[in-house]
């Protein structure tokens, strides 16, 4: 068993890796972290609880991170993922809004226990994680292993111009995370993320029904959205990819350069800045996605869910 810690802000897609985390025979799921991004943390904590029910692992334990970025207001994806975080899916699930604790302590313990066995896995923004370092500053080196969904290198941003949503919440944190010297921290960026599209007839690939309803209900205003932009119904599984990626890294080639973040420009804060020209003469701080072999993350992430057992 791998042992893991999932750092979300719950919407949708950040519901599906938490699926696919469970569904794994391979992972131990430690604790999962919330932070505010998508939705406000609170809601973030109720959302994680009832996906977690669902799935008969509310034994689970859910910690309470940050509300609010490093340095500026939220500015949540609630006009994406709906008010309530999850399109108004899972609101029969009866569950008590309280963490069973500080995300902070939670982290503290869990690294300094495991160490190089344990992996980090964020499908957030990078709050939690820059203001663990803060708040516990020894902990810089002792944190091996981190996979993080966020970032647009080669391509158009998805929530300003240049940047994705996860950086652009809070690009201090960003900032923070990506010069922590932490040796194998991977982003999955939009680069590759944008490749993984599920569409709605994939869905026809899981096999138990309870699990195909509850994907269809998560997806359905995603798939709606895609298909007003795109002409298909569609949903991108950027969040799901780094559990994927996590049990199965020749999904994604990645290779190492200096990735940093822009934090001041009037109309590129939040953009992901990645020097493979080596023009700015700074050391390698982070694999960066380049490719995604679309066919091998569609075959594993079925997988995966006709894996799940619900009762």
């Given at each position: 068993m791998?042992?893991?810690?999932?750092?979300?802000?719950?919407g949708i897609?950040?519901?599906?890796?938490i699926?696919l985390?469970?569904?794994?025979?391979?992972?131990?799921?430690?604790?999962?972290?919330?932070?505010?991004?998508?939705?406000?943390?609170?809601?973030?904590?109720?959302n994680?609880?009832?996906i977690?029910?669902?799935?008969?692992?509310?034994?689970?334990k859910?910690?309470?991170g940050?509300?609010?970025p490093?340095?500026?207001?939220?500015?949540?994806?609630?006009?994406?993922h709906?008010k309530?975080?999850?399109?108004g899916?899972l609101?029969?699930?009866?569950?008590?809004?309280?963490?069973?604790?500080?995300?902070?302590e939670?982290?503290?313990?869990?690294?300094?226990?495991?160490?190089?066995?344990l992996?980090?896995?964020m499908?957030?923004p990078?709050?939690?994680?820059?203001k663990?370092?803060?708040?516990?500053?020894?902990?810089?080196g002792?944190?091996?292993?981190?996979?993080a969904m966020g970032?647009?290198i080669?391509?158009?941003?998805?929530a300003?111009?240049?940047?994705?949503?996860?950086?652009?919440?809070d690009?201090?944190?960003?900032?923070?995370?990506?010069?922590a010297?932490?040796d194998?921290?991977?982003?999955?960026?939009?680069?590759v993320?944008?490749?993984g599209?599920?569409?709605?007839s994939?869905?026809?690939?899981?096999?138990?029904?309870?699990?195909?309803?509850?994907?269809a209900?998560?997806?359905?205003n995603?798939?709606?959205?895609y298909f007003?932009?795109?002409g298909?119904?569609?949903?991108?599984?950027?969040?799901p990819?780094?559990?994927?990626?996590f049990?199965?890294?020749?999904?994604?080639?990645?290779?190492?350069?200096?990735?940093?973040?822009e934090?001041?420009g009037?109309y590129?804060?939040?953009m992901?800045?990645?020097?493979?020209?080596?023009?700015?003469?700074?050391?390698?701080?982070?694999?960066?996605s380049?490719?995604?072999?679309?066919?091998?993350?569609?075959?594993?992430?079925?997988?995966l869910?006709?894996q799940l057992?619900?009762?």
């Open positions: 791998r042992k893991i810690i999932l750092d979300v802000d719950t897609d950040d519901a599906i890796a699926i985390a469970v569904a794994s025979k391979e992972i131990e799921l430690l604790g999962i972290t919330v932070t505010s991004g998508n939705i406000h943390v609170d809601q973030g904590i109720i994680t609880k009832r977690l029910k669902v799935l008969g692992q509310a034994h689970v859910v910690y309470r940050s509300a609010v490093v340095k500026r207001p939220l500015v949540d994806a609630s006009h994406i709906g309530d975080g999850l399109s899916q609101l029969d699930i009866s569950v008590t809004p309280e963490s069973d604790g500080c995300a902070f939670f982290l503290e313990e869990a690294i300094t226990t495991y160490g190089d066995d992996t980090i896995i499908t957030g990078e709050t939690n994680l820059a663990l370092l803060r708040l516990k500053p020894y902990l810089k002792k944190i091996k292993h981190v996979i970032g647009a080669n391509l158009k941003g998805n300003t111009i240049v940047g994705e949503f996860n950086i652009v919440t690009p201090e944190a960003a900032y923070d995370a990506f010069h010297g932490i194998d921290f991977t982003l999955l960026s939009l680069d993320t944008r490749q599209l599920i569409s709605k994939d869905l026809k690939r899981i096999e138990n029904p309870k699990v195909k309803k509850i994907l209900g998560l997806t359905e995603y798939m709606d959205r007003h932009g795109n298909k119904y569609g949903c991108l599984m950027h969040d990819l780094t559990i994927l990626y049990l199965n890294p020749s999904l994604v080639e990645t290779e190492k350069a200096y990735v940093t973040v934090r001041t009037e590129t804060y939040g992901t800045i990645c020097d493979s020209n080596k023009r700015l003469g700074q050391e390698k701080n982070i694999y960066i380049k490719t995604l072999n679309v066919e091998n993350f569609k075959n594993d992430f079925f997988d869910m006709n057992i619900i009762e």
